[in-house]
């Protein structure tokens, strides 16, 4: 009789842990797959990423900052991306403080990937951050001499955006230095919306490029 109860009891509480491991309660989705996307499993934390997508629920922009610092590069180009769609102000500094200082035009996967997600960092700065942020404005200064093109070139779209006087320095060394014509072309015509004088000697050049 004891050991039958036992086993009914234990039956019981596996039917209660199923019941409760069987996906997110209506209304709290938000909730159960902003937890997963710090998950062991990758599948589980792509399984997340692609449900919050879907749901673009502002609701979940905290468990979305927090999940940029858990060191998974595989969801991080989607988390960057999802966050500059929700367009939360509150992302900005956790956006900053998840730049990848180390990932430039490397060639393994998980380089790739933090690459993309610092070439989105700097595309959602550009767009959520305000002119005023010097934190913001410091970061895209870096991000325009990364060695990753795309970064590069959207730290320097985001700094015109910006009108980021502080950046000028850097927006004239690109301009007047890249071998990229496509960079040299941005980088004037984010001079251009900063209007700073220090920027005249090399538009001027330019106008011969």
Same mark, same amino acid.
């Given at each position: 009789?004891?050991?039958?109860?036992?086993?009914?009891?234990?039956?019981?509480?596996?039917?209660?842990?199923?019941?409760?491991? =069987?996906?997110?309660? @209506?209304? @709290? @989705?938000?909730?159960?797959?902003?937890?997963?996307?710090?998950?062991?499993?990758?599948?589980?934390?792509?399984?997340?990423?692609?449900?919050?997508?879907?749901?673009?629920?502002?609701?979940?922009?905290?468990?979305?900052?927090?999940?940029?610092?858990?060191?998974? !590069?595989?969801?991080?180009?989607?988390? /960057?991306?999802?966050? =500059?769609?929700?367009? $939360?102000?509150?992302? +900005?500094?956790?956006?900053? *403080?998840?730049?990848?200082?180390?990932?430039?035009? &490397?060639?393994?996967? =998980? &380089?790739?990937?933090?690459? %993309?997600?610092?070439?989105?960092? !700097?595309?959602?700065?550009?767009?959520?951050?305000?002119? $005023?942020?010097?934190? !913001?404005? @410091?970061?895209?200064?870096?991000? !325009?001499?990364?060695?990753?093109?795309? =970064?590069?070139?959207?730290? %320097? /779209?985001?700094?015109? $955006?910006?009108?980021?006087?502080?950046? +000028?320095?850097?927006? +004239?060394? +690109?301009? *007047?230095?890249?071998?990229?014509?496509?960079? %040299?072309?941005?980088?004037?015509?984010?001079?251009?919306?900063?209007?700073?004088?220090?920027? %005249?000697? /090399?538009?001027?050049?330019?106008?011969?490029?």
């Amino acid at each position: 009789m004891k050991m039958r109860l036992i086993g009914l009891l234990h039956l019981s509480l596996m039917i209660t842990f199923v019941a409760c491991n =069987t996906g997110p309660k @209506e209304g @709290e @989705e938000y909730l159960f797959y902003g937890e997963q996307l710090n998950h062991e499993k990758a599948k589980k934390r792509d399984s997340a990423m692609k449900n919050l997508s879907q749901l673009k629920d502002k609701r979940a922009v905290p468990a979305l900052n927090k999940a940029l610092s858990n060191g998974h !590069a595989n969801i991080k180009p989607e988390l /960057v991306k999802l966050i =500059t769609d929700l367009a $939360d102000p509150s992302s +900005v500094q956790p956006l900053i *403080d998840a730049i990848d200082w180390r990932a430039g035009a &490397g060639r393994d996967k =998980t &380089g790739k990937m933090l690459a %993309v997600a610092n070439e989105r960092i !700097a595309k959602a700065l550009g767009k959520l951050a305000q002119p $005023d942020n010097a934190a !913001a404005i @410091e970061a895209l200064i870096k991000l !325009a001499d990364s060695n990753h093109l795309n =970064t590069q070139l959207a730290a %320097v /779209v985001s700094l015109g $955006d910006l009108k980021a006087e502080a950046a +000028v320095d850097q927006l +004239v060394l +690109v301009a *007047d230095g890249s071998s990229n014509n496509f960079m %040299v072309k941005n980088a004037a015509i984010a001079l251009g919306k900063i209007a700073n004088d220090k920027a %005249v000697p /090399v538009l001027i050049k330019l106008l011969f490029f």
